[in-house]
């Protein structure tokens, strides 16, 4: 009777103890290298709510799991569930995975215990006393091998009118959470070219990203390095493409290891569709009005860069000219302030339609065709014989002092606005390429908004002489002077002409220079003829003969040659390309990567003044540096997808890498001693470890 008795007591005690814990755990499966179990974190659940089941992995020690993406091997976990009518499974919410490395390839997984979540939702109107739940997961368990297995699992679940959580369970389930990334309000836009993945992330600070993983499989190559940088505002991250990349899909997640730990995001493909409104979701107003302000900086200094300064001569003679009222001048400024505003914005709208049919431009584009450098050439040529008094052109536009009716002067001022933006295109300012680069990644308004704050900067030293009383006091009397200056100042336009035809030269070589030049020796007749006709010394005759003149000029610029590229190899660089960059990076080298363009005044005065300096190419052979250089005189795509990678929309772009640093971007306008400064600063915090 004793041991009859015995064995009932340790029977209920079994039942007892054991049996709510059995009621809310699938028990333990075993299976080669791994165990695993279901649990729930309720072991009563009431109809119309929302619980989690947790997939619990203990695999054997130096054995791993993967991923939803597993790298570049290896098999994702899935599960399928059986479950009632109206109770529906969400997707598996994952950790935060690791790299694992297994030469030659990487992979991504789970080292020891792994909490796989899924959360599911019960109908209000269920009607059943047990929710019974099946799942059928399959899994790869790897070491040196790989192990295939799959099991099935098995839940019944008490539905009451009051949900109890599953206390025993509680710790593995905040377990869980804590391995998982933090989701963060924020969104990126990724692309895929020249056979490597970039990605940009505003952010607002700098969360110390040590390394990410896409979600995304055959996306990128999980073994090559990966560029993590913080720059003004955005992470940047780059990595080489995947080779069996096919898709780019249109958004997928993100996670960050932080040094708070990781983090999960979203990224967009750059082709998805726009917003056409500022979106307060991945918008930040004290971010936009920072790069309006830059942007505003940026146009103010442009007025002194070496591209603008001979158009706005035209505008200085208007200024000086003591003739006009007080109430015309502040007309003609506003005029020539509308010019210069509309056509940054219309700039800017053609270079935002450009890219959404996905063409590769950026700041500068319209002097990446031929036929524009050829055209714009000629106009500065005909705008310097008028000033030097071969031709009077609708002396609206040169507001030389003579007695203007309103009409033509305000043409004149706002097309002389329009001739500046134009031109100063070539140019870069210091903070125009930070405002720029942002106003690239930013909805339509905002970014016609920074553009247009750039041209305002500009026209502002026009405005506040115009306006200001005091600043226009500071202004030389009107005399006979002017008439000498303005001879004087057609020469810089000369100089802007001459300059333009070397650039249509180096994009369509010595042939189609050579008829650029003819067509400049048809300008200048046809400007003498016009000039015969103004002072009644030619008859009709001559007009005719002008206007064919100007014809055969323009005719001349379509030389049926294709553009070629031209070599940026000099005695100390060589000629850009992505693969090269990576070789060099893969081998421990430091490398300067400029990107450049004929075009561009702004690049040619830093070469000659900074780069191709015997004190910089002594810096270079000191510190063992490879100089790259890149040239976008004319329009190439590859150059254009690195520049979007540092969120830059025009040239100049000087990037300096340093073994174990990240990337380093260089001021836009440099310094006989920028170069060495930066090398000597770089080669402090790491120096650099050669093999001998």
Known sequence: MTLFWRLFFSILFVLFFTGPAQAHSSGWVKASHLKAELVSDHQDLRPGQRFKLALHFIPDEHWHTYWQNPGDSGLATSIDWT??????????????????????????????????????????????????????????????????????????????????????????????SQHQPKAVPLRGRYDVQNQQFSAAVPMPEDLKVSAFFVSAAELVDHAAPQQIDWVDGELLLRQQQNTYFNQAPEQFDLVLNTAAGPVLLQLQHESAPQQSAISLASFSLTDWLVMVALAAVGGLILNLMPCVFPVLSLKALSLVNGQQSAQHTKAEALWYSAGVVLSFVLLAAMLLVLRSA????????????????????????????????????????????????????????????????VVASPCTAPFMGTA?????????????????????????????????????????????????????????????????????????????????????????????????????????????????LFAGAVALL????????????????????????????????????????????????????????????????????????????????????????????????YVLYWPGQPPEVLPQILTPDSLRQALEQLSSKQPLITNQ
């Open 558 to 653: 379509w030389y049926p040659q294709p553009a070629t590229q031209q070599s940026a190899k000099t005695d100390h660089a060589e000629v850009w390309s992505e693969q090269r960059l990576k070789q060099l990076l893969q081998d421990g080298k430091p490398v300067l990567v400029n990107m450049t363009a004929d075009w561009c005044i702004t690049c040619l005065v830093n070469e000659r003044v900074a780069l191709d300096t015997d004190s910089s190419k002594a810096a270079m052979a000191l510190y063992n540096l490879t100089y790259l250089k890149g040239d976008w005189t004319n329009k190439d795509p590859a150059i254009s997808a690195y520049l979007r990678q540092f969120q830059r929309d025009g040239v100049p772009l």
């Open 83 to 176: 479950l009632p009518d109206g109770v529906e499974a969400g997707a598996i919410q994952w950790p935060a995975p690791m790299a694992i490395s297994v030469p030659p390839l990487v992979n991504y997984g789970f080292e020891g215990p792994t909490i796989l979540v899924s959360e599911l939702s019960i109908p209000v109107d269920f009607k059943g006393s047990q929710l019974q739940i099946k799942a059928k997961v399959d899994w790869l368990v790897c070491k040196e091998i790989c192990i295939p297995a799959d099991a099935s699992f098995e839940l019944n679940l008490p539905v009451t009118q009051t949900a109890v959580l599953a206390t025993d369970y509680q710790t593995l389930f905040e377990k869980a």
């Open 358 to 421: 996905g063409e590769a431009v950026g700041w500068g584009f319209q002097l990446q065709n031929p036929l524009v450098v050829g055209l714009l050439a000629y106009l500065l040529f005909v705008l310097a014989l008028s000033l030097s008094g071969v031709v009077q052109l609708g002396l609206g536009l040169m507001n030389s002092g003579q007695q203007l009716t309103e009409k033509p002067g305000a043409r004149g001022s706002f097309f002389t606005g329009v001739l500046a933006v």
């Open 436 to 548: 720029l680069g942002y106003a690239a990644t930013q909805p339509a308004l905002a970014a016609l908004a920074i553009f247009a704050a750039l041209g305002l900067g500009m026209a502002l030293p026009f405005l506040a002489l115009a306006w200001s009383p005091g600043f226009a006091a500071l202004l030389p009397k009107p005399g006979l002077w002017m008439e000498k200056l303005k001879q004087w100042l057609a020469y810089p336009l000369y100089l802007s002409a001459v300059w333009l035809l070397w650039v249509y030269g180096r994009q369509q070589g010595i042939d189609a220079l050579a008829l650029a030049l003819v067509g400049l020796v048809f300008v200048a007749a046809a400007c003498w003829l016009w000039g015969l006709l103004q002072l009644q010394q030619a008859g009709k005759a001559s007009a005719v003969m002008a206007v064919l």
